[in-house]
């Protein structure tokens, strides 16, 4: 079964880096938006499965993506993927309903074990 993927994340490298990352044997549909407001867009307009979601980024941040998701209620797996690794933001992230919090660049086999943990593999 496919699954339906959307990367969020304003730098084109860290996309394509994230895309190469994904699992060889996970079939997915993928859609890409470069800061929040164009990920909400998408994910009032699209069934979004799972969203990888940096936190850093213009017009609507990560976190404010995520208060968007929980005051909406909009059904989708969160993995944030992000530089800023200070533990009071991971604990933000997580109260807000993230199901993990990954460090960027992100490493192929820590997001498997991920994905596989939260049922996707």
Same mark, same amino acid.
């Given at each position: 079964?496919?699954?339906?993927?959307?990367?969020?994340?304003?730098?084109? /490298?860290?996309?394509?880096?994230?895309?190469?990352?994904?699992?060889?044997?996970? =079939?997915?549909?993928?859609?890409?938006?470069?800061?929040?407001?164009?990920? /909400?867009?998408? /994910?009032?307009?699209?069934?979004?499965?799972?969203?990888?979601?940096?936190?850093?980024?213009? &017009?609507?941040?990560?976190?404010?993506?995520? &208060?968007?998701?929980?005051?909406?209620?909009?059904?989708?797996?969160?993995?944030?993927?992000?530089?800023?690794?200070?533990? &009071?933001?991971?604990?933000?992230?997580?109260?807000?309903?993230?199901?993990?919090?990954?460090?960027?660049?992100?490493?192929? =086999?820590?997001?498997?074990?991920?994905?596989?943990?939260?049922?996707?593999?």
């Amino acid at each position: 079964m496919s699954s339906s993927v959307l990367i969020c994340d304003d730098s084109n /490298l860290a996309r394509k880096q994230l895309l190469r990352s994904l699992p060889d044997s996970w =079939e997915v549909d993928v859609q890409l938006a470069k800061h929040g407001v164009e990920a /909400l867009e998408v /994910l009032n307009n699209s069934d979004i499965d799972v969203m990888f979601l940096d936190l850093t980024m213009p &017009e609507l941040d990560g976190v404010g993506v995520l &208060e968007a998701i929980k005051q909406d209620d909009i059904n989708v797996d969160v993995f944030v993927i992000s530089a800023d690794i200070q533990p &009071e933001m991971q604990n933000k992230v997580l109260e807000l309903g993230a199901k993990a919090f990954l460090r960027k660049p992100v490493n192929a =086999e820590v997001l498997a074990s991920n994905l596989q943990q939260h049922g996707y593999l």
